[in-house]
C-alpha cells in the first residue's frame, strides 16, 4: 500500500490538511477549527480509511464537493456515513450525487465551521458546477486551476473559454498572496500563477 502523504498548512485559527489518495493522485483536504474543532472535508476521492484516520480529532461537519467527476467522489458514501456530515456541491454537479447530497452550493455561500466561515466561488469551466471554496487564504480549487494552467477541458462539459473567464474573473481578483490548492498535485500562488504563459492573453 503507497504511504499516505501528508501535508499540514496552518491559517488564523485553523488548519488545512491536504491527504494525497488515490490512483490518480486526488487531493482530499480536511479543515478544522482550532477553537471547536469542527471541520469540514473537501473532495473524499478515495481510501475511505486514510481519509476517517487523519479525521481523529476533526469533528465533520460538512463534506463539499469542488465538482462531481469519478476521481473525486470515490469515498464520498463511505465517509457521509460514517461521519454523519452533511454534503454540499453546485446543483449543476448534483445528477451523479444526488443520493447523497443534502444542500447546494451557490455562488457567494459561506459556509460555518467553528468560529470560521468558508466561501464559495462557482467557477465553471471543468464542469459545469464547479467551485473553488475560500478559507482564509487558501483558495482550494479543484480541477479549475493548477500550479502551470487550467483544469482539463478536453471531456465532456467542459469549456475552454468558460474556465479561462473564470480564473481570470474569479480567481484573479483575489490577493496575489492567495494559496491555491488544487486537486492534484502541490500549492502555487495567485501571483505566480497571473502573467505565466496560459493566461498572458486573459
Given at each position: 500500500?503507497?504511504p499516505?502523504?501528508?501535508e499540514?498548512?496552518?491559517?488564523?485559527g485553523?488548519t488545512?490538511t491536504?491527504?494525497?489518495?488515490?490512483?490518480?493522485?486526488n487531493?482530499?483536504?480536511?479543515?478544522?477549527?482550532?477553537?471547536t474543532?469542527?471541520?469540514?472535508i473537501v473532495?473524499?476521492?478515495?481510501?475511505?480509511?486514510?481519509?476517517?484516520?487523519?479525521l481523529?480529532g476533526?469533528e465533520?461537519?460538512y463534506i463539499?464537493l469542488t465538482?462531481?467527476?469519478?476521481?473525486?467522489?470515490g469515498?464520498?458514501?463511505?465517509?457521509?456515513?460514517?461521519?454523519?456530515?452533511?454534503?454540499?456541491i453546485?446543483?449543476?454537479?448534483?445528477?451523479?450525487?444526488k443520493?447523497?447530497?443534502?444542500?447546494?452550493?451557490?455562488?457567494?455561500?459561506?459556509?460555518s465551521?467553528?468560529?470560521h466561515?468558508a466561501?464559495?466561488?462557482h467557477?465553471p469551466?471543468?464542469?459545469?458546477?464547479?467551485?473553488?471554496i475560500?478559507i482564509?487564504?487558501?483558495?482550494?480549487s479543484?480541477?479549475?486551476?493548477?500550479?502551470?494552467?487550467?483544469?482539463?477541458?478536453?471531456?465532456p462539459?467542459?469549456?475552454f473559454?468558460?474556465i479561462?473567464?473564470s480564473?481570470?474573473?474569479?480567481?484573479f481578483?483575489?490577493?496575489?498572496?492567495?494559496i491555491i490548492?488544487?486537486?492534484?498535485g502541490?500549492?502555487?500562488?495567485?501571483?505566480?500563477?497571473?502573467?505565466?504563459?496560459p493566461?498572458?492573453n486573459?
Open positions: 500500500m503507497r499516505l502523504e501528508v499540514v498548512m496552518e491559517g488564523n485553523f488545512v491536504r491527504l494525497e489518495v488515490g490512483m490518480m493522485e487531493n482530499c483536504y480536511l479543515i478544522r477549527c482550532h477553537d474543532g469542527e471541520g469540514i473532495d473524499p476521492a478515495d481510501e475511505q480509511e486514510k481519509i476517517l484516520q487523519a481523529k476533526i465533520a461537519k463539499l465538482h462531481s467527476h469519478w476521481d473525486h467522489i469515498a464520498l458514501a463511505g465517509v457521509k456515513k460514517a461521519t454523519g456530515a452533511r454534503v454540499g453546485h446543483r449543476l454537479d448534483a445528477a451523479r450525487v443520493e447523497w447530497v443534502d444542500f447546494y452550493l451557490e455562488d457567494g455561500d459561506e459556509i465551521f467553528g468560529i466561515r466561501r464559495i466561488i467557477t469551466g471543468h464542469s459545469p458546477g464547479g467551485v473553488c475560500l482564509g487564504k487558501y483558495l482550494l479543484g480541477d479549475t486551476i493548477f500550479p502551470g494552467g487550467p483544469g482539463n477541458t478536453s471531456i462539459g467542459s469549456d473559454s468558460l479561462l473567464r480564473i481570470s474573473e474569479k480567481i481578483a483575489l490577493p496575489a498572496e492567495t490548492c488544487p486537486g492534484h502541490r500549492t502555487a500562488t495567485v501571483g505566480e500563477e497571473m502573467g505565466t504563459a493566461y498572458r486573459i
